[in-house]
């Protein structure tokens, strides 16, 4: 065995082994020089031997990759929801899933949780301490109703990030990004008005659509490339639509980015028919691949796009720091926002501020981008590995959010129930939806797949599924 | 001088000096009688010389006590608002007076703000420290919906001060009492519903009446007793009314608590003529007087009183911690509620909670309860000393705001224009009302008044009023 193959060896056995994940970076050829004492050329044979058996792949001026081994999944098929406005069903189950997230024992799939154990988190909950015991007790005092300064500054240059340029006098803080898109939803509709969302979509804004008393016109969705323009473009022509309440990048549940050149022509949709967006960016930040997707916001000109995000999903959800860049619509959400719940509370911004300003929130993406992309890699492997044949499954390029489409004998309500029994929770498709469609689909949470618990539940969600469909088949037999 | 008169000279001259303040209790008879060698007997002949003096009195089972030297205000008269359901107006005003909350100069008395720098809030902020620390890292999680189950036991238990028997199930914990009012209102009414309040009314409700799409009926309201009966009644009779928001415990503006009597009265007719009231508590627990009053709540057997509170204003108001017992409505409420915001932040629900279970939240009452007593006598002074004649102040016994009425020639919306360029702010009276009345009344918020700043603004008000008062007389003469 030549020396280069040797070297090509010891790497393919440590990615074997897992040493190195899917995905993962490998050393430098100059590291793997020194390391194994051979010169750089070598190395560099060895890596071209393991790009060959497909093992490996190299990015330009970036280095060398583990390669995915597997294909990625077959994707859900475009979604057909009803082709009218809808006042949303499904709060009860909503409910009930509320009302369980006390419950400790359980494995909760259900809910959209980041890893709050994360090393590179120590530095908040310092600067909570620290900040809390401050001599001039700032924490306790109101904070402006718009939201602390610091903090908006350090959004205005997060944001950058994502191609916009927004002054921080144009942030407004919010309890998370549910009470930016409730304060946006509130600002810009009145009960009875139409509001655009995609299909499947996020339960909480589908929801806050319904308590507004405001009617969801469900549109075509494909699982890459996000709200079919077409569709969208006749539901214009169609009905006198008040806004879109869109998640454009890294969509929750169905995990898509739509292309820069379909967020430019959504956007000139808007302006034709002068309808504003409500964008949710809540999972923008946790792209895979760097730079992360542009926001639709980036393209605006006009103020149409009022985007909502937070920090709930890239730092940890209880927190509740949020923001809205509110476009010209910057007034009326202001009264709203201070209405609902005057302000938001100060120590969490004054932390969060310092930890961005500080650039450990920088150093916490690096790290929590990495992990997400190997968590949804086994998880989308034991998916395919476990449950029944027919089984299609979204493939996020960022978040930690997985939309698996079941064959139609599986009632994902049913299968919930039964799951439960056994510790685990998922989220079931039909909250997804305005009028209960996606019965046999299930949204769930892949963070920390080095938790046996997450592939044990997985396992056990393959066996019930396989009983649900065995019993469907039995009356037929 | 005999020996009893000594001790009462050496006394008197304490409270000239200022060492005890109007409303102090005076050391025990024991205590005194130690310090000055003398007999109790002594002691005791001193105190009635005093109390015969009227410097002091005394009260039984409790001690003696400096007696007030002054008179109580004259109060403002019954109020007479417009008898028909109005489109709340004053928005921009609101608005303005938040923008500016963030100029650190001003002697802010515009702003109810409670004296955070308080020595019993200590433990508070180290709990806070202690808790961002914990290894866990709890603090970090998406707490229920609704809410923390200590803190909920924990604001149980303080109830029962108010008279309420409530399981910490029937708890709602909120982003403050706003988010408390403003989700109990959607919860119960829908646009162009038609709800009562008190006159002058907190802008805060009324503001979120008008944002919901509903109307404002204000009700006649006395300076003492609350909302007029009488006038509820005719309007019940009259009006398709879908709710009531009051706040009959240390009312803001107004100071009054409703006497327990009308609070039945007043339930009976909710009872009578079906409607809910949303019973705003927030100043409840700042009564200068213990036990604290009743709740309304405290005799609703029908789950018909919602009632909403927060520790803003009795602990600290960028806490955000506030809190609904909704009721029958609860799970109504509890939808918008999660829709609005999700759930609350945790970690200063769990300091909160440590706080009272720990015992500091009583042990900090006891010393603001004081404090907020002395400082409204203080004003109240001041006012009486530097305000034109005619000027007439509420008499508050809980709570640190005072509504005064000025002169008819004096404008306070122009008033507050002109002490802020002296660095001064005040609440002008027209936000306090859905059509703009009180246009020579102002709010202001009378806490700290060992800080000097307090009674020069007081001066400048005089000052300034005069002005505007020799102004408007100008053109006539």
Same sequence: chains 1, 2.
């Avoid at 970076?25 to 010169?39: F, Y």
């Avoid at 719940?341 to 300003?357: G, N």
Wanted: charged letters at 20%.
């Amino acid at each position: 065995m030549k020396l280069y193959e040797q070297v090509a060896t010891t790497l393919k056995d440590r990615i074997d082994l897992g040493y190195y994940h899917e995905g993962d970076k490998l050393p430098s050829v100059r590291g793997l020089s020194q390391e194994h004492g051979v010169s750089i050329s070598t190395v560099q044979e060895a890596y071209g031997l393991l790009i060959d058996d497909g093992v490996i792949e190299s990015r330009p001026k970036s280095g060398y990759y583990v390669l995915l081994r597997q294909a990625p999944p077959e994707l859900p098929a475009t979604s057909s929801p009803a082709s009218q406005p809808l006042v949303v069903a499904q709060w009860q189950k909503l409910q009930h899933m509320i009302n369980e997230y006390g419950s400790q024992e359980t494995t909760k799939l259900s809910l959209a949780l980041p890893d709050t154990h994360a090393a590179t988190l120590k530095p908040l909950t310092r600067l909570m301490a620290e900040l809390s015991r401050s001599a001039n007790r700032n924490v306790l005092d109101y904070e402006h109703a718009a939201g602390s300064d610091l903090l908006r500054h350090q959004i205005a240059r997060v944001m950058v990030d994502s191609g916009c340029r927004i002054h921080p006098d144009e942030i407004i803080i919010t309890s998370g990004c549910q009470e930016a898109l409730s304060c946006s939803l509130r600002a810009v509709t009145e009960p009875g008005d139409i509001v655009v969302v995609d299909s499947p979509s996020f339960f909480g804004s589908v929801q806050a659509i319904k308590i507004n008393g405001v009617k969801a016109l469900e549109i075509p969705t494909h699982p890459e490339t996000g709200i079919s323009l077409e569709a969208l473009e006749m539901a214009f022509e169609q009905w006198p639509i008040k806004a879109c309440l869109l998640t454009p990048t890294n969509n929750n549940p169905l995990g898509y980015s739509m292309p820069d050149q379909n967020k430019i022509r959504l956007l000139e949709l808007l302006n034709r028919y002068d309808v504003p967006l409500i964008e949710d960016d809540v999972y923008g930040d946790l792209s895979y691949t760097l730079p992360r997707p542009r926001t639709i916001k980036s393209f605006d000109t006009q103020g149409r796009v009022i985007l909502c995000s937070s920090f709930s999903k890239s730092i940890a959800p209880g927190i509740r720091v949020g923001w809205i860049s509110p476009g010209r619509y910057r007034e009326h959400i202001m009264m709203v926002k201070y209405l609902s719940s005057l302000s938001t509370p100060k120590l969490t911004q004054m932390a969060v501020a310092e930890f961005i300003a500080q650039g450990y929130y920088e150093k916490h993406l690096r790290r929590v981008r990495r992990d997400y992309q190997r968590d949804r890699d086994a998880v989308i492997g034991w998916l395919k590995r476990e449950m029944p044949e027919g089984t299609r499954i979204s493939y996020p390029q960022g978040g930690y959010l997985l939309w698996v489409e079941l064959p139609e004998q599986v009632d994902s309500n049913e299968l919930n129930t039964r799951a439960k029994a056994r510790g685990i929770s998922i989220a079931p498709g039909t909250l997804f939806s305005a009028s209960g469609k996606y019965r046999n689909f299930m949204r769930i949470c892949c963070v920390n797949s080095s938790n046996p618990a997450l592939e044990k539940a997985i396992v056990t969600l393959g066996q019930l599924s396989r009983e649900l469909m065995a019993q469907t088949l039995l009356p037929h037999e």
